[in-house]
T-cell receptor
Framework: ELKVEQNPLFLSMQEGKNYTIYCNYS?????LYWYRQDPGKSLESLFV?????AVKQEGRLMASLDTKARLSTLHITAAVHDLSATYFC???????????FGSGTKLNVKP | NAGVTQTPKFQVLKTGQSMTLQCAQD?????MSWYRQDPGMGLRLIHY???????DQGEVPNGYNVSRSTTEDFPLRLLSAAPSQTSVYFC?????????????FGQGTRLTVV
């Protein structure tokens, strides 16, 4: 069974700082997804990474995928309070018809 | 488009009661799935469907049933509720053919079993 591990699970940081969230997965997959969840809310799609070396950026967030290392990263640049949320990575969805999620990284950006 | 609609948003059940969580999507997506979310455990797949009339088990299927009679609807039935089923339940749909394949989620159902 496919396993997805995220770290760290909790991240408290000051505004203006940079940090990276890591997502490792156990078997080959050609699709990696990042989602954001605000407290009490649903999951919102952030990035879809479809191939080795894929890099996507939106504002202060940048996601990348290394399929050979089975690793994706979500990099936060100059964090702001509005980025406080829980971030999930998920693997699968194309040939698998289902998604496997990491445990999530709860990010708290202090003003 | 409404996207993925789940009802109810909140529910309290007594142990042993049964109920159905409703899920409907209006995006003509082939794939639909149910997840439960528990603190520190991410989302775990309960059941999924690749089309009308086709369903299969996920990671944690025990105590739940599903059926898919139409493309739009994918209800989740709790047969005899137990406190261990207290969780937040999300329904999702996705469409993979020539598409990015991401899942779109409903707003969730917060279920408490007492």
């Amino acid at each position: 069974e496919l396993k997805v591990e995220q770290n760290p699970l909790f991240l408290s940081m000051q505004e203006g700082k940079n940090y990276t969230i890591y997502c490792n997965y156990s078997t080959t997959s050609d699709r990696l997804y990042w989602y954001r969840q605000d407290p009490g809310k649903s999951l919102e799609s952030l990035f879809v990474l479809l191939s080795n070396g894929a890099v996507k950026q939106e504002g202060r967030l940048m996601a990348s995928l290394d399929t050979k290392a089975r690793l994706s990263t979500l990099h936060i640049t100059a964090a702001v309070h509005d980025l406080s949320a829980t971030y999930f990575c998920a693997v699968g969805g194309y040939n698998f018809n289902k998604f496997y999620f990491g445990s999530g990284t709860k990010l708290n950006v202090k003003p | 488009n409404a996207g993925v609609t789940q009802t109810p948003k909140f529910q309290v059940l007594k142990t042993g009661q049964s109920m159905t969580l409703q899920c409907a999507q209006d995006m003509n997506h082939e794939y639909m799935s149910w997840y439960r979310q528990d603190p520190g455990m991410g989302l775990r797949l309960i059941h999924y469907s690749v089309g009308a009339g086709i369903t299969d088990q996920g990671e944690v299927p025990n105590g739940y049933n599903v059926s898919r009679s139409t493309t739009e609807d994918f209800p989740l039935r709790l047969l005899s509720a137990a406190p261990s089923q207290t969780s937040v339940y999300f329904c999702a749909s996705s469409y993979n053919r020539g598409h990015r394949g991401e899942a779109f989620f409903g707003q969730g159902t917060r279920l408490t079993v007492v």
